[in-house]
């Protein structure tokens, strides 16, 4: 159900580019406004949710910790797994966000013979995050040729890394196969294993369609429906020189293309895909564990009185007194 | 709203911001001026009729696709003639066909290539055009 809503919602994304360009002959607002709202919704709500995670406060360190605490100086502390120090925090982040090493421990549990508990490896849900992850930055790195000019010189490198299998004219870049690919497994993944179809919903759904739509739109027109790169190159500028225009001659796919990332955008901050400023704002990652060494107080406790028992003696010395009830100081 | 560790999040938020808005910064004030290919070598301007091999529009988006046409005809079929869409029949070759009419790689094929970051990898094989120009 999810999956079919997402689809539908992500056809009639396109279509309404599709038409909007073809048969009402919005250009503009297909290749100007929405881009530019895209952006300032994109730029607005991302940081409106990270100040909103960070007004929530944290009193207590609650890293989640596999590894041996710092503790005696003869006994050996596990710094990534157990950061005593911001230093090795940065070093477990660093890790998590660039080769997601605690996707990679993640097991499969299963029941064999009926009521035997068996843990498996399963890695390539975190492979193939990891490909989709690493070719979608490249790629988007790659779109950088439309938004700088000149050119930095370093792209040519990349280029030149991603299409050195000089496959046909234009070279077929690698990243590009690699993100439908693995975009394509993590769908799957979620038809075809019975208990992450469970738990996937339009939310889940609707990024992977969106952003599978978004490649293949882009794949068609680098290497099958041609349109006219210079004039996309054109608007693009425009748009960043705050000089917009729209050059004739680009197809209708690039606006769909265009539009797809747009909604993309739009979508980024009221969805799951905030994930990619959450990770830093995760405190079972970024806490140094220091418990032992230094004493945190929630900043929230409540002042309470505090009735001692002095307090109380005095209160009621006589009456302790006259009903023969031994007391500490007469 | 208080924001907790806040000199740490502004710090982060500012990295994002500037990476988001670095192209903006990037172009700023610049007036970029789009490619302005060249069409006038001497081959050009003798001709009665300033065509292409195909019209101008199917030549500005799909020359790469028609690049590698002509390969695969000429280099695995072995045809070494291409007929265009009114019929006109050009010899296969990107040497003698298209840097015979634009010989001036630099100033037309190379003005569009930069602008868009392409480098095609041709001329580590075939032969560039002789320019004056450097
Ligand atoms: C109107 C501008 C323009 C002109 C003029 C032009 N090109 Fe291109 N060319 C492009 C664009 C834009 C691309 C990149 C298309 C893409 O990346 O999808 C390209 C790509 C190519 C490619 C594929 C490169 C690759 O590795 O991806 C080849 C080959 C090529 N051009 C050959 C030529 C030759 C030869 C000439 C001169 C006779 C020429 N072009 C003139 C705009 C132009
Ligand atoms: C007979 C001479 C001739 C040959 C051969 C020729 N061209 Fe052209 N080409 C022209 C002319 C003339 C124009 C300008 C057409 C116009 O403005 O309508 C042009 C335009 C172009 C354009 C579009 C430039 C723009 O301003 O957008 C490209 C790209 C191009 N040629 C590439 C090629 C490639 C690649 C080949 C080889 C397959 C080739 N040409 C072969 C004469 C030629
Ligand atoms: C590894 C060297 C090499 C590279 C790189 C190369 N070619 Fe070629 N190309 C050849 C050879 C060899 C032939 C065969 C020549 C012949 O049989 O006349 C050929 C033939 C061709 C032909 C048809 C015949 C002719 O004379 O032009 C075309 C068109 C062509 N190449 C286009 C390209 C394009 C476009 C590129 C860049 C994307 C390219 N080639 C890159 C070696 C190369």
Known sequence: ?330 | MKIYNSGKVVIGLIIFIGLVTFPFFYNKGKAIAKPEPKIDTPAIMQLQDKKCVEPRDFMRAEHMRLLNDWRDSAVRDGKRIYVNSEGKQFTISLQNTCMHCHSNKKEFCDRCHSYVAVKPYCWGCHIEPKENKS
Not at chain 1, 130 to 139: G, N, P, Q, R
Not at chain 1, 153 to 162: A, K, N, P, R, V
């Open chain 1, 1 to 330: 159900m999810g999956s079919i809503v997402s689809l539908i919602a992500v056809i009639v994304l396109i279509l309404i580019a599709y038409t909007g360009v073809k048969a009402a002959n919005l250009h503009f607002l297909f290749g100007v406004v929405i881009p530019y709202a895209a952006v300032t919704v994109f730029l607005t709500g991302f940081i409106y949710r990270i100040l909103k995670w960070a007004s929530v406060p944290v009193p207590f360190r609650i890293p989640t910790t596999c590894g041996q605490q710092k503790s005696l100086p003869w006994i050996k502390q596990n710094k990534i797994e157990n950061p005593s120090s911001p230093f090795w925090v940065v070093v477990r982040m660093a890790l998590e966000v660039l080769v997601f090493r605690s996707l990679f421990r993640n097991l499969k549990t299963q029941l064999t013979d009926g009521s035997r508990l068996v843990y498996g490896e399963a890695k390539w849900l975190w492979l193939a995050g990891l490909a989709f992850h690493w070719s979608l930055l490249i790629v988007l790195i790659r779109h950088s040729r439309f938004i700088f000019d000149p050119v930095p010189s370093f792209l040519h490198i990349l280029e030149q890394f991603d299409g050195f299998l000089q496959i046909g004219v234009p070279v077929l870049f690698v990243t590009g196969v690699v993100l439908l690919v693995s975009v394509t497994y993590l769908l799957i993944r979620r038809f075809f294993i019975p208990i992450v179809r469970y738990i996937s919903l339009p939310a889940d759904y609707f990024p992977l369609f969106l952003i599978i739509a978004i490649a293949i739109t882009g794949i068609e027109m680098r290497y099958f429906t041609k349109t006219h790169i210079v004039g996309v190159k054109e608007l693009v500028m425009g748009l960043l020189t705050f000089n917009p225009k729209t050059p004739e001659g680009i197809g209708w796919i690039f606006y769909v293309h265009i539009f797809l990332v747009s909604a993309l955008f739009i979508y980024f901050p009221f969805s799951k895909l905030m994930h990619m400023g959450g990770v830093f704002m995760s405190p079972t990652r970024n806490m140094v564990n220091n418990s032992r060494v230094k004493r945190h107080v929630n900043p929230w406790n409540y002042p309470v009185d505090v009735h001692t028992y002095e307090d109380y003696e005095n209160d009621f010395r006589e009456k302790m007194k006259s009903a023969g009830i031994p007391v500490e100081k007469e």
